[in-house]
């Protein structure tokens, strides 16, 4: 885990980078000018984080607060539209990321637990290969249990990136080549995904918030877990797709964990980036169907049945 010594600012430069690539990324997802105007409200709100607070006034560490404001912002906003529609096909993209970053960001962690390892990558993978190889279509369980490993492969993507990945060490030892300084945007776009992703998993925490019953929160999870479920498509992938990107993306991560081409942190963004882009089953927003329309909707509804 990186440490930053106290003593030491965040490098401003470095933490606009990231919130840079935040903003592309947050573009690319969103692909319309209704949601394109909503964001940049949300980064226009998020300037709140400039705000004084205790102690010496470091903009580079409110910056980061900005940051942090955006991303819960957004998440809120669009999280049933930038959450992604995945298939057979995403799911084998996403091991093969979890893969590389399990074997080479992890340090001696695999050698030291390999009972723990072999649960953790071989029993999901096995599943994932399974589902890819044969025509069966999913049961409502075993199409959340998908999604819920895509859901753990972010979680578990976005605390790596945070605490020893491109962040922090970027932020506080800055950058001094080309290679940082794409690294710094990458590490932008491939955490406002992972996070917008993350987010939801909340969304099936058994935590009551104030004034909700038991079995209102848990009528809420169902809901929220049907929602995944439907989120998971059943366009099937051939098998000479699924060794096709196996020998693609697996020669080009393998050949880059034994030759280091590019830095470890870059090959996993450029591969989130490519996810998070070029996936055709990503769902966008699209007007009308966002919270404030739904929101209005039905207020609308029960001003309806009053006047009834």
């Known amino acids: 885990m990186f440490t930053a010594d106290a003593a030491v600012s965040p490098n401003l430069a470095v933490v606009l980078l990231i919130y840079l690539g935040s903003l592309v990324q947050g573009a690319l997802l969103l692909d319309e000018w209704e949601g394109l105007w909503v964001m940049l409200g ?3 709100l998020s300037l709140l984080g400039l705000g004084p607070g205790e102690g010496e006034y470091v903009l580079s560490r409110h910056v ?3 940051l942090a404001i955006f991303y819960v ?3 809120l906003v669009f999280i049933n539209r930038v959450l992604p529609v995945i298939n057979e096909r995403t799911l084998v993209h996403y091991t093969l990321v979890f893969h590389y970053w399990f074997w080479t960001c992890l340090g001696d962690f695999p050698s030291k637990h390999f009972a723990l390892t072999v649960v953790l990558t071989a029993v999901p993978t096995i599943g994932v290969l399974v589902s890819a190889c044969t025509p069966l279509r999913l049961s409502s369980g075993q199409r959340l249990a998908a999604y819920l490993w895509y ?3 972010s979680i578990a993507l976005l ?5 020893t990945g491109g962040f922090y060490p970027l932020v506080y030892e800055g950058i001094d080549s080309l290679t940082g300084f794409v690294l710094a945007l990458t590490t932008g776009m491939s955490m406002l995904f992972l996070f917008s992703n993350v987010f939801y998993i909340l969304a099936l925490l ?5 004034g909700q019953t038991a079995a209102k929160r848990m009528q809420k999870i169902q809901e929220h877990a049907q929602l ?3 989120k998971y498509s059943d366009e099937q992938l051939r098998l000479p797709q699924m060794f096709l990107i196996i020998c693609v993306q697996g020669g080009l991560v393998f050949a880059n964990y034994h030759w280091k081409i590019v830095d470890d942190w870059l090959a996993i963004n450029l591969m989130l980036m490519g996810l998070a882009r070029f996936s055709a089953t990503q769902k966008v927003y699209k007007p009308g169907e966002g919270w404030f329309e739904r929101l209005e909707s039905r207020m609308n ?3 309806k049945r009053q006047s009834e």
């Open 159 to 163: 605390a790596s990136q945070i605490l």
């Open 42 to 44: 949300i980064a226009a």
């Open 301 to 303: 509804r029960g001003k």
């Open 228 to 230: 995944i479920v439907g």
């Open 206 to 210: 058994p935590v009551r918030f104030p």
């Open 73 to 75: 912002l957004f998440a």
């Open 64 to 66: 980061i607060s900005c």
């Open 151 to 153: 859901l753990a492969i």
